[in-house]
């Protein structure tokens, strides 16, 4: 549940700044995503003492359609990061905030995906701003991805995920396949990589007919 939160989370934070809103849907913040999309996501997650790091970090290339606003499907190519630190005696899930919460995206990622998710490449620079200490920092993406074992296919009902001040609906015709991922994801203020002596969690998906709402403040 957690990984499928960060993924969609990094969507939110991608695509809701490019997807208008209806007037009638404004106030309620939903957001609605439509079409065919090929996705490459890496979770790396590390713990330093007390501190635990999660970065994530997802690709997409697909359609995005949005009515009645956006009544024709558009291109879209996006590569986002989120990244979330916490300190372990103190949990977010006790109410203590997080050390970190700092998140980008770029609209000209250099992205390579093969449609028998095999394999995906991502180059890309992101410019990332902590909430907590209001430091801004560009990060520099260089990713490969190479699918393993078995691909997955699944035609959804619709699937809620539910949390507090937030519902998010899915369905959709999604092709997923685990994949191994090498590279680096560095803080080129401080040279830190984040993708460095981690746990990996990692996937490539080629979606079709899918829908994504997101109603926050729900």
Same mark, same amino acid.
């Given at each position: 549940?957690?990984?499928?939160?960060?993924?969609?989370?990094?969507? &939110?934070?991608?695509?809701?700044?490019?997807?208008?809103?209806?007037? /009638?849907?404004?106030?309620?913040?939903?957001?609605?995503?439509?079409?065919?999309?090929?996705?490459?996501? /890496?979770?790396?997650?590390? &713990?330093?003492? %007390?501190?635990? @790091?999660?970065?994530?970090? $997802?690709?997409?290339? +697909?359609?995005?359609?949005?009515?009645?606003?956006?009544?024709?499907?558009?291109?879209?190519?996006?590569?986002?990061?989120?990244?979330?630190? =916490?300190?372990? @005696?103190?949990?977010?899930?006790? +109410?203590?905030?997080? @050390?970190?919460?700092?998140?980008?995206?770029?609209?000209?990622?250099?992205?390579? !995906?093969?449609?028998?998710?095999?394999?995906?490449?991502?180059?890309?620079?992101?410019?990332?701003?902590?909430?907590?200490?209001?430091?801004?920092?560009?990060?520099? $993406?260089?990713?490969?991805?190479? +699918?393993?074992?078995? %691909?997955?296919?699944?035609?959804?009902?619709? !699937?809620?995920?539910?949390?507090?001040?937030?519902?998010?609906?899915?369905?959709?015709?999604? =092709?997923?396949?685990?994949?191994?991922?090498?590279?680096?994801?560095?803080?080129?203020?401080?040279? !830190?990589?984040? /993708?460095?002596?981690? @746990?990996?969690?990692?996937?490539?998906?080629? /979606?079709?007919?899918?829908?994504?709402?997101?109603?926050?403040?729900?």
């Amino acid at each position: 549940m957690k990984r499928i939160l960060f993924l969609l989370g990094a969507l &939110t934070l991608c695509l809701a700044a490019l997807t208008p809103q209806s007037s /009638a849907e404004a106030a309620a913040q939903v957001f609605r995503f439509r079409g065919g999309n090929q996705i490459a996501s /890496a979770t790396f997650s590390r &713990t330093d003492g %007390t501190l635990v @790091t999660n970065a994530m970090t $997802v690709a997409f290339d +697909g359609f995005n359609q949005s009515p009645p606003t956006e009544p024709m499907p558009t291109p879209s190519l996006i590569a986002g990061v989120v990244i979330f630190q =916490y300190d372990t @005696t103190c949990p977010p899930e006790e +109410g203590c905030p997080f @050390t970190v919460d700092a998140n980008g995206f770029t609209e000209t990622p250099e992205f390579q !995906f093969n449609r028998d998710l095999s394999s995906a490449d991502l180059k890309a620079t992101v410019m990332m701003t902590d909430m907590v200490s209001g430091r801004s920092f560009p990060l520099e $993406v260089d990713l490969n991805w190479i +699918g393993t074992g078995e %691909t997955l296919h699944t035609v959804d009902n619709p !699937f809620k995920i539910r949390e507090p001040g937030i519902l998010i609906t899915i369905t959709g015709n999604n =092709y997923r396949r685990m994949a191994e991922v090498s590279g680096s994801v560095i803080d080129l203020d401080t040279n !830190f990589d984040f /993708a460095s002596q981690t @746990t990996v969690l990692a996937e490539l998906e080629r /979606a079709s007919g899918n829908e994504i709402r997101i109603e926050i403040g729900h």
